[in-house]
């Protein structure tokens, strides 16, 4: 089986670090949808060789967060609309059949984990709604979480790594979008818990559902993807995720040439405390459509 990292154990470890460093810049919106990435500039800014930079942003492109185009290099995959319909219906599925089996197995530790995980994630929201700063990476940290802990008890390692991937391409939406529903969203958080600690899963896969459908359609009619991808422009038209059934386009285009990453984007109406730059951070170029949709 070809292996997804050099062999050569030091050059494994630079390539793990740097696989790690990459993904997370995707995903959490530092290097932004549609970017060229460019193998010399990627190269001081991960500190891994071209060819461990080529090994790395293949493996990326297998997980659907890459586009490799032949001779022309790679770039990072574009947002759509469509796409983001069907990401969240696949997240929706493996959600809700892990929560049912999580639902059914999880014991006192595992309600123990749901709880501490929601005391997190509900104080931050807190925070949020006071209008208080917030980082958001801390946000979806805490969210991701407590997602987690709803579906930890399923008994199924695989399940929870396709799911986790999926949130992940779930996620990088979000953090392209950036927007927080406010009290919605946190109601319906607590009605997950209740229906956790309640073991009714038919309840919490209704409301899982109802979070998603109502974050998807929150992003569209804001028109937060329209920088990205101008087909998404006024485009929720009353399509849930449950009801996507489409295959995903990827039409989306962005026009930055950037091979280093920026500093994560703050949520829409609610103040952020600025993340460390340390030496991943730089500026969006001044030609990019997130810039000019931030500054007009």
Request: aromatic residues 6%; proline residues 5%; contains cysteine.
């Amino acid at each position: 089986m070809r292996s997804d990292l050099p062999s050569d154990p030091a050059e494994e470890t630079i390539g793990e670090a740097a696989y790690r460093r990459i993904r997370a810049d995707i995903v959490f919106g530092r290097l932004l949808p549609g970017q060229k990435l460019g193998l010399d500039r990627m190269r001081e800014t991960y500190g891994a060789s071209v060819s461990t930079l080529r090994e790395l942003l293949s493996r990326l492109a297998s997980e659907g967060l890459i586009i490799a185009e032949g001779q022309r290099g790679f770039e990072v995959a574009p947002v759509s609309a469509e796409d983001f319909r069907e990401v969240t219906e696949l997240r929706l599925l493996l959600e809700s059949h892990a929560m049912a089996a999580s639902f059914a197995a999880g014991g006192l530790d595992w309600e123990g984990e749901v709880v501490a995980a929601h005391h997190k994630l509900a104080a931050l929201e807190q925070r949020l709604l006071a209008g208080q700063p917030a980082e958001v990476e801390t946000w979806k940290r805490y969210d991701w979480e407590f997602h987690r802990a709803l579906i930890a008890a399923c008994g199924s390692r695989l399940l929870l790594q396709s799911h986790a991937a999926m949130y992940d391409r779930y996620l990088r939406y979000q953090m392209v979008a950036v927007v927080f529903r406010g009290e919605a969203a946190a109601s319906e958080h607590r009605r997950l818990l209740d229906s956790a600690l309640a073991r009714d899963s038919a309840a919490g896969r209704a409301i899982l559902a109802e979070h998603l459908d109502a974050c998807v359609r929150h992003v569209l009619e804001q028109n937060a993807l329209a920088p990205f991808d101008p087909g998404s422009r006024n485009d929720a038209s009353g399509r849930s995720a449950r009801g996507a059934g489409r295959s995903a386009r990827g039409d989306g285009e962005a026009g930055g040439h950037a091979a280093e990453p920026r500093a994560a984007p703050p949520v829409r109406g609610f103040p952020v405390v600025p993340r460390p730059a340390r030496s991943l951070a730089a500026p969006v170029p001044d030609d990019h459509p997130r810039r000019r949709r931030r500054e007009g």
